[in-house]
């Protein structure tokens, strides 16, 4: 499969990955499998879900103990493939940022990008799962970021966080391309797929979710993970399975809807703001 521009599209590739639970040896053997085959198809962007190499676990002390194994694999595998690597990844809290907030929780559940063999990004997940008991371990960030790439700009945030819409609109104010990793469960699919094209219309930009697929933890994942146009267009076939889906974006349209369908220029951020909406 080409690129049908060279010059213009960007290649995207979505890593629905059968994530083995708390296993992050094995798991590093599956993303190379994928960023292998990404190579052979010229993927510029690979994306892989929540918790890459570990899966959605609470038992924090084992997933953390090797994080920087993890940060590292993830560097010098963009840095040998010549693919920016989207992952994420379980983190204790430095300790410099405990010793000034004592009252944090001691982890957090993080969304990195690198490329040739640097950490450009890194992103806190700032809703923890409190119905999944992440908020019992995990800090919530309090940052929206997002970076440069090529002729875009991405954002990133994680699973969760797609049901609160405000940060992405904050994002997507220079943001073009929105990118959700996820290990969202099968039962509660039909919310992934709806907010994820909504979260691509309302803001007019590129989303690319990435769910992984098969169990961990006793729980059931499905997938569905996709890539939307700005009109909120399907880009990606549709796959339950382990599966690499990829693909093509043109940044030049997210641009070009926003011209010809100026959305955001009738946002109101001056009454959004006010403390309370209601009079009596």
Known sequence: ????????????????????????????????????????????????????????????????????????FFREKSRDSGITLVFGYPVPVKKEELQRHPQWKRYQNRLAVAENGEIRMSYAKIHPFTFGQEGDYFQGGEEIVCMNWKDTVLGGFICYDLRFPEIFQISSAQSEVLVIIANWPTARIDDWDCLLKARA?????????????????GIAYNGHSVLYSPRGRRLTHFSEEESLLIGDIDP?????????????????????????????
């Not at 103990?65 to 590292?72: C, F, T």
């Open 1 to 72: 499969r080409r690129r049908k521009n060279k010059e213009n599209f960007m290649r995207i590739g979505l890593a629905q990955m059968d994530i083995l639970w708390e296993n992050v040896q094995k798991n590093m053997e599956k993303a190379e499998n994928f960023i292998e085959k990404a190579k052979e198809h010229e993927v510029e962007l690979l994306i892989f879900p929540e918790m890459s190499l570990t899966g959605f676990s609470m038992n924090v002390e084992k997933t953390t103990a090797d994080w920087q194994e993890q940060v590292r």
């Open 201 to 217: 219309i309302e803001n007019q930009a590129f989303v690319a979710g990435v769910n992984r697929v098969g169990e961990g933890g």
């Open 252 to 280: 030049l349209q997210v641009r070009k809807c926003r011209e010809v369908f100026p959305l955001k220029k009738d946002r109101r951020d001056d009454i959004y703001r006010k403390e309370s909406l209601f009079t009596v």
